[in-house]
């Protein structure tokens, strides 16, 4: 299974993370080794799994695999041959195609960009500079008189220091979220 590219990615070279154990045990996999290889060497690495079930190769992409082998069998059932057991059969393999894609969007990108789900919540999230007490107009406002609440349609919390020592225009009491309207220097 092929799955997101590598930058430096040419075709020429890949290295596979492989535990020759049939089957490997869970403990044995260690999937951490894609990450040391391609730090090591500076090429992109897949993974070669031996583990019964499918979950390593779920692991292994979200470890940085781009590339995935596993075997394949027709049938698990009445056969003699070690291999079968480790196996994954045509419906393990739709399985597996299936969990690698979702992994793959798990995964998302490399940079920090903020999508629509957290675009939507961005302002019910995040915190408001808001009055900790009853707070009386003309009084400059001390630090420990403030707090955080949500939601985010007054001064950004972040911004707490620009409210401490500025007079209020209004009262407010407890729980009141400041804008900038209500406070001058």
């Given amino acids: 299974v092929k799955v997101r590219p590598s930058a430096r990615e040419d075709g020429s070279v890949m290295l596979m993370h492989c535990v020759s154990a049939y089957p490997t045990p869970d403990a044995e996999a260690n999937l951490g080794n894609i990450r040391w290889l391609r730090e090591r060497f500076g090429y992109p690495v897949g993974y070669s799994d031996h583990t019964l079930g499918i979950k390593a190769c779920e692991l292994a992409v979200a470890a940085g695999a781009v590339a995935l082998e596993k075997h394949f069998t027709y049938r698990k059932d009445n056969q003699t041959f070690r291999d079968h057991q480790l196996s994954a059969d045509p419906k393990d393999f739709a399985e597996l195609v299936q969990t ?49 609440l949500r939601p985010l349609t007054g001064i950004p919390i972040e911004e707490i220091d620009s409210v401490v020592g500025a007079k209020l225009n209004r009262a407010v009491t407890a729980g009141d979220i400041i804008t900038a309207k209500d406070v001058s220097a």
């Fill in 100 to 148: 690698v894609r979702r992994a793959e969007i798990y995964m998302g990108r490399n940079d920090r960009v903020r999508g629509a789900a957290e675009t939507t919540n961005f302002q019910p999230a995040r915190r408001s500079v808001a009055a900790a007490c009853d707070i009386r107009a003309g009084e400059s406002v001390k630090a420990e008189w403030l707090t955080g």
